[in-house]
């Protein structure tokens, strides 16, 4: 992990001469204004998903207790939770997703030997041992130093069932669940404070119509008691799936303010859903496409934020995309019920403008949730038996996440096109933050698929005295990472940098990710 945090500072001159400038050209011109910015851009926006699907828990986070050949702490992969820990990986949502409104937390519970079988109707058919559950899932996320984020079951089960969920894990005194836990081994209450009151209600959560589903919301919502006495559970509603905007105008009409936390949007990147192409061997009219649809997320965003902002213009109730990336065909010879994909440049590219857009609308978008963190989708981390691999995505994920938590700047951007046939995009994506120690850090990506970029960034506010960079690129967007060749893909330190005062050149190549850090 070392290399990939390496570092080369470019030591800058007072001065420069101005021919150093090239006489490319420019295609885009940032200005960040560094002493302005009012809204923090929320760790939580960097934040992942784990569902009961494939090999994500099972192989990829948990190995079982009894696994010798896999080095783990109860079960989980170290090496997992290593590179997890090493991404600052803020929250993990868990069970599900679909899988989440079939799931009865207390078949997970007590001796795993006996612990009911049930069949993961959503996913393959296969049969869930419920050998992973809630005491699983909260150690691990303490061992991750992670907020965990639990999806309670509203398609298939109670209010009741769900209200002693968090009687279970969150009740410090005596009382009947809190006792439970007790029994299973654990004293202390864990405190979640994140939980989602079902998942796609409109879809595999039950099919609802947004009325119904506002209504059903309420009455659950009623009995999330708080227990932890540390500011309260943060209820989140099943939200709309991408472009559904009545959902989220239905929603913030019905639910009463005081019931409502945050809306929980979807968005997948996805050709074509009957034909969604290989994850690795792609047209440049797919990456198009792809890249098309992962940008719509800011349309999506600012238009859900207009619904919301007409019900609540003070943006108390936050708007959460806890379930995003590209969605592909599953990898030759994989279950197809499983989501197995490989991972590229092309995911690189849906990373960090994505991440751009999050960081931008930090002022209602609070919590984001990749899906899904290993093995399936758009995944950080591949594994095969013992080996394991980072993806592209966690490459840009580790390089972004020096803006969590951070101040968001206020960026201006003028972006040339990336052009393909008669149809264009905007070329550049940004977005910049200031940290606890007054550093600015910049992430940029450029999506064009063959031309490099020159971009001139002025910094107003301050006075910069050094700047470093960190990028992201690969000779093919097809290029990813194996078990063979594990860092194929891979950070390096970024020298084209040029300074002239308070203003830096840089060069993209095509499809890259450069997040420059920059200090006054
Ligand atoms: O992430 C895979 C699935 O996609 C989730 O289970 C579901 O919520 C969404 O449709």
């Known amino acids: 992990m070392k290399s990939l945090h390496t570092l080369v500072l470019i030591t800058l001159l007072a001065s420069s001469p101005l021919h150093i400038f090239s006489q490319t050209s420019t295609c885009g011109r940032v200005v960040i204004n560094a002493d302005l910015g009012k809204d923090t851009i929320s760790r939580h926006i960097y934040g992942h998903f784990s569902e009961h699907l494939g090999r994500c828990i099972y192989g990829g986070f948990y190995v079982g207790e009894n696994n010798t050949a896999i080095p783990n702490v109860h079960g989980v992969r170290s090496d997992v939770v290593d590179a997890l820990k090493a991404l600052k990986i803020p929250n993990l949502r868990w069970p599900g997703g679909c899988f989440a409104d079939t799931y009865h937390w207390k078949d997970g519970i007590g001796p795993k030997a006996e612990r009911p079988s049930i069949v993961n109707t959503w996913w393959g058919g296969v049969t869930e041992d419920n050998s992973f559950g809630t005491h699983d899932f909260l150690d691990m996320c303490e061992l991750l130093g992670a907020e965990p984020y639990l999806s309670a079951n509203v398609g298939s089960g109670t209010v009741q069932e769900m209200a002693e969920w968090i009687q279970y894990v969150n009740h410090g005194g005596k009382s009947p669940m809190a006792d439970l836990r007790r029994k299973n081994g654990r004293d202390k209450p864990w405190n979640v404070k994140y939980w989602g009151v079902g998942n796609e209600a409109w879809g595999c959560g039950g099919h609802m119509t947004p009325e119904y589903y506002a209504n059903i919301y309420r009455q659950y919502a009623t009995f999330m008691a708080d227990w932890t006495n540390t500011g309260g559970v943060f209820r989140v509603?099943?939200?709309?799936?991408?472009?559904?905007?009545?959902?989220?105008?239905?929603?913030?009409?019905?639910?009463?303010?005081?019931?409502?936390?945050?809306?929980?949007?979807?968005?997948?990147?996805?050709?074509?859903?009957?034909?969604?192409?290989?994850?690795?061997?792609?047209?440049?009219?797919?990456?198009?496409?792809?890249?098309?649809?992962?940008?719509?997320?800011?349309?999506?965003?600012?238009?859900?934020?207009?619904?919301?902002?007409?019900?609540?213009?003070?943006?108390?109730?936050?708007?959460?995309?806890?379930?995003?990336?590209?969605?592909?065909?599953?990898?030759?010879?994989?279950?197809?019920?499983?989501?197995?994909?490989?991972n590229t440049m092309r995911d690189a590219m849906i990373a960090a403008t994505t991440l751009n857009i999050f960081n931008n609308h930090c002022d209602r978008v609070k919590m984001a949730n990749l899906a899904q963190t290993v093995n399936v989708l758009q995944a950080v981390i591949l594994t095969d038996a013992e080996k394991m691999l980072l993806t592209p995505t966690y490459h840009v994920m580790r390089m972004y996440n020096v803006h969590q938590d951070a101040l968001l700047l206020p960026v201006d951007l003028q972006t040339c096109d990336y052009r393909h046939g008669e149809s264009a995009l905007p070329a550049l994506s940004a977005s910049a933050s200031k940290d606890n120690n007054g550093v600015v850090h910049l992430s940029l990506a450029n999506i064009d698929s063959k031309e490099s970029r020159t971009v001139s960034v002025e910094l107003r506010g301050m006075t910069v005295r050094s700047a470093e960079g960190e990028i992201l690129r690969s000779g093919k967007m097809q290029d990813h990472n194996t078990f063979e060749q594990p860092e194929q893909v891979k950070p390096a330190p970024f020298r084209q940098i040029q300074r002239r005062d308070n203003t830096l050149e840089v060069t993209l190549p095509p499809f890259s990710v450069v997040v420059l850090t920059v200090k006054g």
Do not use: C
Not at 286 to 306: N, W
Not at 310 to 333: M, Q, S, T
């Open 237 to 342: 509603a099943s939200g709309a799936g991408g472009s559904n905007y009545n959902w989220t105008e239905v929603l913030m009409r019905d639910i009463p303010q005081r019931m409502l936390d945050a809306l929980a949007l979807h968005h997948y990147s996805v050709i074509d859903w009957n034909a969604k192409g290989s994850a690795t061997e792609f047209s440049e009219d797919q990456y198009f496409t792809i890249m098309r649809k992962a940008l719509d997320m800011e349309e999506l965003i600012r238009k859900h934020t207009t619904i919301m902002d007409k019900y609540d213009p003070k943006k108390r109730v936050a708007l959460f995309v806890d379930e995003w990336g590209g969605w592909y065909d599953v990898e030759p010879g994989t279950n197809p019920g499983f989501l197995y994909q490989q």
